[in-house]
Nanobody, 125 residues
Framework: QVQLVESGGGLVQAGGSLRLSCAAS????????MGWFRQAPGKDREFVAA????????FYADSVKGRFTISRDNAKNTVYLQMNSLKPEDTAIYYC??????????????????WGQGTQVTVSS
């Protein structure tokens, strides 16, 4: 069992930056691939970024490539999402998720086994 708690969301102006954190409980965090997803009002939850257990493979959605960076610190049981050059269309609730297939980067939310409660990111124009 893995419990995930996101933090770091907030209100920022367009062009600004935020860093999201996702703290995981349990001793097996380093076995999991981790992903970030987001859900805007009235829209489906969509993939943002993912990283395998070792950090050696990373994948981004085209919409955030070059602006967002996913990373992890297995010693701290934490995964991060650094978000730069934020746009109003980045406004959403951001969720982190854990995938027991630790060596696979998955863009499908159905492949993830555990989810956090989400953190709100609002980008004003």
């Amino acid at each position: 069992q893995v419990q995930l708690v996101e933090s770091g969301g907030g209100l920022v102006q367009a062009g600004g930056s935020l860093r999201l954190s996702c703290a995981a409980s349990g001793r097996t965090f380093s076995n999991y691939a981790m992903g970030w997803f987001r859900q805007a009002p009235g829209k489906d939850r969509e993939f943002v970024a993912a990283i395998i257990w070792s950090g050696a493979r990373i994948f981004y959605a085209d919409s955030v490539k070059g602006r967002f960076t996913i990373s992890r610190d297995n010693a701290k049981n934490t995964v991060y999402l650094q978000m730069n050059s934020l746009k109003p269309e980045d406004t959403a609730i951001y969720y982190c998720a854990a995938d027991r297939s630790g060596a696979v980067v998955s863009t499908s939310l159905y492949e993830y086994d555990y989810w956090g409660q989400g953190t709100q990111v609002t980008v004003s124009s």
